[in-house]
């Protein structure tokens, strides 16, 4: 492992993440030409096949297991394999965590939505919101839509550039996508929709798993400059938020600014009671353009902190 390490920081890791980035945002992929989003129309074309509705809970689960495996495990061999036959190994790194990463995504989609709730065009953020998001939001008033829309900045961000970057910190670029490849089987098989609730439990375990560490850390570099009364807030209502991962930092950000997150939330007509975290803000367009500014400054930091502890990696330290 000791060897792997060594051999991947010396082949210009660090280069390869900052020229990553820089080419992203200058060059971004289109969406609808991204293999992500090929990746999705399969994951979902092949849970329709072997999600049987009429199997018993437990043959659902084991067959989402086998589907999971089924994508992860041979994609993990063929970057494997095409690693050792690759040209030059920082140009296949450069490539990987490319694919990978997707910051201009989220801007992209956070301006949309600054848009509409600004002229609030509850029928264009609807739309807009719609291809992110797995709960229904025809229902969502002007409030939810603000709610969802910020809760969506900050999970995008966090888990399409903070979780990738972590990981590719880890693991290279294999590392870094594999992490989104997960990711995006979790939300396209997510256990929230009624038709998927056993059969994406072990994609939503797997990524989960791979999801905890960079949330946790992430949300803790954002309460830096928070008031003591706010990360005392976060604490006590993270209990009390249903996904264990991402409680602190959405609990963190809500209590920060002073925002109301959560509530009830709608997934193919069936109704989630979800438990009311922050403030008694609602989030505007205003509020995402904040929330939108914070987040990059907490990327920034992030990237500096870690450049500099893959650099005394490199040098032995």
Known sequence: MNSFLESFYANGALLVMWGALIFHLLIPIPQSA??????RRLAIAVAGKVNQPTSTAPQQAFSGLLAWALFILPTIAVLLAMQSLAWQAQF???????????????????????????????????????????????PLS????????????????SRRVIGVLF????????????????????????PAQPHYQHFGKPALVAFSLLDAAPQKLFALLIM????RQSITSAIEQSRTWHNPITNWLLCGYANKFGLSFGGPAM???????RARIGGKIVPSAYHLAVLQKDIAWR???????????????HKGF
């Open 34 to 39: 991204h293999p992500i989003y090929y990746w």
């Open 92 to 138: 296949y790194q450069l490539a990987l965590l490319l694919l990978a990463l997707d910051w201009r995504g989220n801007e992209t989609l956070t301006q949309l939505l600054i848009r509409g709730l600004s002229k609030e065009d509850k029928a264009y953020v609807r739309t807009t919101l719609q291809t992110s998001v797995n709960r229904e939001t025809s």
């Open 142 to 157: 002007l409030i939810g839509l603000g709610k969802a829309s910020a809760e969506t900045l900050i999970l995008g961000y």
């Open 167 to 190: 990981w590719y910190g880890l693991l290279g670029g294999i590392g870094a996508l594999i992490y989104r490849l997960a990711m995006e089987l979790a939300r396209s098989w997510s």
């Open 224 to 227: 830096i400059g928070a008031s």
């Open 267 to 273: 997934y193919d007509s069936t109704k989630y009671q």
């Open 299 to 313: 990327i920034y930091i992030w990237l500096m902190l870690q450049s500099t502890i893959m650099m005394m990696i």
